[in-house]
């Protein structure tokens, strides 16, 4: 990830555009500021005057920035605007982190997940002479920007509950069961979706948010060698990389609103300080 320095700057695949002193200079940014488009479920009265309202969502959001390239003591503009028109490129899959300073963010710089779109240069006079005038636009999927340091906590068994016998048999016994809790500070003001990675051994683990009273119940036996990994934004499950959809047996996805959200973590067959749940996250704006 590359750092930036400047305020109104920005770097796309580690190549920073902006700031004082760069042969690229902003103009004009459109789009990162605003809301978003809604997608709303409105529809008509049939044979009566208005709407019946529906609820509201966030679509994607549209980002189009306008910058000049100019000639500095690395090469001329031509060389660099084909630096940079190598970078802004188009991607069949997937989103680039877009980084992102402004001034007075609570961290030092913030981002969000785009892929370009188009990319606008107009060959005039003042191209000749070493004033190329470009407009990118980026399109992101999750119109929510993100700020850049990723925060995490750990939800680590540190002692069984269960009941101990004094004696030794030649049986063995599942270890008990603990809950342990968590809490996840979004200083954001949008909803963020964490990720959760389940290290076993653990059986038929459960992960929720008291806060919201909404929990994930999974089945199955997992070992200390075993990843179970949850995305609560994309609602995906895999095991050691690979989808496993199929082990959520019941419960409500969660997220974390703006502020403290209570996580937990519980199952059966733990092992203390070995058995834990770490949840990894963004504080989230719109």
């Given at each position: 990830m590359t750092t930036l320095s400047q305020v109104y700057s920005f770097a796309f695949k580690n190549q920073v555009f902006g700031g004082a002193g760069s042969p690229y200079q902003i103009l004009s940014v459109d789009g990162l500021e605003s809301l978003p488009g809604i997608r709303n479920q409105d529809d008509n009265r049939g044979y009566h005057d208005g709407m019946f309202t529906g609820r509201d969502f966030l679509s994607g959001r549209s980002i189009s920035i306008i910058f000049n390239?100019?000639?500095?003591?690395?090469?001329?503009?031509?060389?660099?605007?084909?630096?940079?028109?190598?970078?802004?490129?188009?991607?069949?899959?997937?989103?680039?982190?877009?980084?992102?300073?402004?001034?007075?963010?609570?961290?030092?710089?913030?981002?969000?997940?785009?892929?370009?779109?188009?990319?606008?240069?107009?060959?005039d006079p003042n191209y000749t002479y070493g004033y190329i005038t470009s407009q990118v636009e980026f399109f992101c999927p999750d119109p929510n920007y993100y700020n850049s340091n990723l925060q995490t906590a750990n939800m680590l068994i540190s002692a069984a509950l269960g009941r101990t016998y004094n004696r030794t048999f030649n049986y063995t016994y599942g270890g008990g069961s603990s809950t342990v809790t968590t809490t996840i500070q979004n200083i954001g003001w949008?909803?963020?979706?964490?990720?959760?990675?389940?290290?076993?051994?653990?059986?038929?683990?459960?992960?929720?948010?008291?806060?919201?009273?909404?929990?994930?119940?999974?089945?199955?036996?997992?070992?200390?060698?075993?990843?179970?990994?949850?995305?609560?934004?994309?609602?995906?499950?895999?095991?050691?990389?690979?989808?496993?959809?199929?082990?959520?047996?019941?419960?409500?996805?969660?997220?974390?609103?703006?502020?403290?959200?209570?996580?937990?973590?519980?199952?059966?067959?733990?092992?203390?300080?070995?058995?834990?749940?770490?949840?990894?996250?963004?504080?989230?704006?719109?």
């Open positions: 390239t100019f000639g500095d003591a690395n090469g001329s503009a031509q060389t660099n605007y084909n630096t940079i028109q190598s970078i802004l490129l188009p991607q069949t899959s997937g989103t680039t982190p877009l980084f992102f300073k402004f001034p007075n963010i609570p961290t030092s710089e913030q981002f969000v997940d785009a892929r370009v779109r188009s990319l606008r240069t107009t060959v949008a909803t963020t979706y964490p990720t959760i990675t389940i290290q076993g051994p653990i059986t038929n683990p459960i992960i929720g948010n008291t806060t919201t009273g909404n929990t994930l119940n999974f089945t199955g036996t997992y070992s200390a060698l075993d990843t179970l990994e949850i995305d609560l934004y994309n609602q995906l499950i895999t095991l050691n990389g690979n989808p496993a959809r199929n082990l959520l047996v019941s419960g409500t996805w969660f997220d974390a609103p703006p502020g403290n959200s209570n996580f937990f973590f519980t199952g059966s067959s733990t092992l203390a300080g070995t058995t834990q749940a770490t949840v990894s996250w963004y504080s989230a704006y719109i």
